[in-house]
């Protein structure tokens, strides 16, 4: 049986190989040609353009371990990926259980829609109409003294609060996202079930409907805490001075100090430091799920 | 445990009535059936008393106490679902042990209870499997082992077999059984297949666009049956239609066709009677019939099934065909095309008011 399954699976490969070859190619165009040009670059003294002299060194790597700033950057950044990252669950998925289990028919669909706006909305766009939310005399402020009988300074621009607005309102849509399929695939038989047996809503929550959404819940986290622990933007615009983080310290190699080679050096640290965190997460979150 | 009792209870959807003013009894430890077509309500009824749903007027009553705005997790029912609805995160035992483990049980008793109800269901040991590991059968055995593991008031069972192929349903239809009559739970069971309903049940109720149209043991509703609906759902029947005379009806050739039971209908009303195929008697035209046999019929057969055990013969006769089933008693069998009397006793036949 096993011998038969492995010929088949063989046998399954090669009329599929055509099929998967425009993937492969575009893969290899795409990122790995990039991405090793950047390897390349992140072992250099210098770049080689117009002329200037270069050599390998591991000299860059280095910078990160002999200054305390960068590592302290890089945990700064690690717990914005974890707070958004919880931001994203406690608003994503209360939403998402809302969308797939409560309501029905048009009015999901609209709410769904409202979801997902951000994500055809420009990146830059949203982040300055949060500017003007969140600024001093902004609509926030406005809006908020119009209604209090006191009066308030709002002024959360160019704070760390804002970059957290910012980046939980750019990435709870993949929460929302993944979230809602793992949940509409829940058979409603199974919360009816739990209840029959005793078990409150909450409960039926608690052991089931949480537990089935698990694969949800860590694919979403997945897609939103990778992301923003290298994010610039929003810790640029929003966070003002405040917002030095070790993705905008990246930026700023290849966008205002020009040395690519260390830009590219502390990129790849943050990817092993991500690709470990996620190795470690795995068998936990596996169990639980 | 505990008798249900449903009364005047309506439920509708926007402006469809699935449930219409339905009053059922649900004796305690009593095995109950509904039965009835597709979108006639037994569903709609059978959440109403777990409380997945709520009626829009009426009363709903459990072991004499009033439940109507009880949630489900209050009521102490247990229900099997027709998808089984296993928890997929869970081991078999986990899944039996779920209604005992929110309520807060020490685990020494949990392990007990789970191993005792698996037992019951003859699972005994694969309370370490996961679900996708069973067979439809067993997977069954476990929601059944898991609604009842909480020593529940009522069972309510919706289409619990309906998954299953023919074999195995009716070993779980014996096993059902047997485990109902073992811990006396009162039961209600949704099925539209009506040999289950007949052999299963102490009582069977049938619905018909939500409204209740009789209720009562099986042998009452076969053998008398109050509407030609009741007569031709559950189990065959010829049904005559004509005039009312006393006990029986004149058909529109003048023939008349006495009943000994069933409604008492005004003389002149539109009526009808309804007879079993297997209670007509079949002779060759110039043949004797039995002397009680007051009720007669000439006709043609126009058509004979062989089953074995059985034959069934369809005769034609005044533009109605009759359907006449006939014990496989080594007697001759008669021809397809030949003239036949049909003749039956009055006390085989049943008087229904037309509706
Ligand atoms: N939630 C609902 N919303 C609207 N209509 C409903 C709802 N539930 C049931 N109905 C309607 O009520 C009627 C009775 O449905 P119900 O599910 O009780 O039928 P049933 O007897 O169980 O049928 P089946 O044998 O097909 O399961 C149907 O016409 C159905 O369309
Ligand atoms: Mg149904």
């Known amino acids: 049986m096993a011998e038969q399954l492995a010929i088949g699976s063989r046998r399954g490969l090669k009329p599929a190989l055509p099929l998967l070859l425009p993937a492969y190619l575009w893969l290899t165009v795409a990122i790995f040609l990039p991405l090793s040009a950047m390897v390349f670059f992140s072992f250099m003294t210098d770049l080689p353009l117009a002329g200037k002299e270069w050599a390998f ?41 809302v969308l797939a289990k409560v309501l029905k028919g048009r009015s999901r669909e609209a709410i769904f829609l409202l979801v997902i706006l951000p994500f055809w909305s420009n990146g830059l766009v949203r982040i300055f109409s949060w500017a003007m939310v969140l600024r001093e005399g902004g609509i926030l402020d406005t809006a908020l003294n119009a209604v209090l009988p006191f009066k308030i300074n709002i002024d959360l621009m160019y704070s760390y609060p804002a970059v957290i607005i910012g980046l939980v309102h750019s990435y709870v849509p993949y929460m929302v996202l993944t979230c809602y399929l793992t949940l509409q695939a829940i058979d409603d038989s199974l919360i009816e079930a739990g209840r029959s047996l005793g078990a409150s809503r909450l409960q039926v929550l608690k052991r089931v409907i949480i537990p089935l959404s698990m694969p949800g819940l860590i694919a979403g986290a997945a897609l939103i805490f990778v992301p923003v622990v290298g994010s610039f933007m929003e810790p640029r615009i929003l966070g003002g001075r405040t917002g030095t983080f070790y993705g905008t310290v990246i930026e700023d190699q290849f966008v205002a100090v020009f040395n690519w080679p260390l830009g590219a050096a502390l990129s790849f640290i943050l990817l092993a430091v991500v690709l470990i965190i996620l190795g470690l997460a795995a068998p936990v979150l596996r169990r639980a799920a | 445990m505990a008798g249900v009792q449903v009364a005047n209870v309506s439920r509708s959807f926007g ?26 309500g037994k569903t709609t009824l059978l959440r109403q008393i777990a409380g997945f749903d709520f009626p829009d007027a009426g009363r709903i009553a459990i072991g004499g106490e009033s439940v109507e705005r009880v949630p489900v997790e209050k009521r102490r029912i247990g229900m099997v679902f027709q998808n089984y609805a296993l928890f997929p995160n869970m081991s078999v035992a986990d899944n039996v042990a779920f209604g005992l483990s929110v309520r807060g049980e020490p685990k020494a008793t949990i392990a007990v209870e789970v191993q005792r109800a698996l037992d019951l269901v003859q699972l005994g040991k694969l309370g370490g499997r996961r679900p996708h590991q069973l067979s439809g059968g067993q997977r069954q055995r476990v929601a059944l082992a898991r609604a009842i593991v909480t020593k529940p008031r009522v069972l309510l069972l919706d289409e619990p077999l309906g998954a299953l192929d023919k074999a195995l349903r009716v070993d779980m239809q014996i096993e059902l059984k047997r485990i109902q009559r073992e811990i006396g739970i009162t039961t209600i069971f949704v099925t539209h297949d009506q040999e289950e309903a007949l052999t299963m049940s102490d009582r069977i109720g049938i619905l018909r666009d939500g409204r209740l149209v009789q209720e009562g043991p099986p042998e009452e509703i076969y053998d008398r049956p109050q509407s030609e609906f009741a007569a031709t759902f559950l189990g065959d029947a010829n049904i005559f239609r004509g005039d009312a005379i006393g006990n029986g009806i004149k058909l529109p050739d003048g023939t008349t066709i006495n009943a000994a039971s069933g409604a008492s209908v005004p003389a002149g009303a539109k009526a009808s009677c309804a007879v079993r195929p297997e209670r007509i008697q079949i002779s060759a035209g110039t043949a004797k019939f039995d002397a ?64």
């Open chain 1, 57 to 97: 060194t591991l000299g860059n790597y280095a910078t990160f371990f002999s200054q305390s700033l960068y590592l302290t950057l890089l945990l700064a950044s690690l717990r914005l990926g974890l707070e958004v990252t919880l931001w994203c669950v406690v608003i994503g998925y209360p939403a998402a259980y």
């Open chain 2, 15 to 40: 402006a469809h009535k699935a449930l219409d003013d339905v009053s059922i009894d649900f004796a305690d430890g009593g095995f109950y059936a509904l039965l009835g077509p597709s979108g006639s």
């Open chain 2, 292 to 355: 009680g046999n007051a009720n007669t019929l000439k006709g043609q057969v126009s058509k004979r099934i062989f089953a074995g055990n059985n034959s069934t013969y369809f005769v034609e006769r005044d533009g109605q065909t009759l359907k006449v089933i006939v014990q496989n008693t080594g007697a001759e069998r008669l021809a397809e095309g030949e003239p036949v009397v049909l003749s039956w006793s009055p006390d085989s036949t049943v008087l229904i008011a037309a509706n």
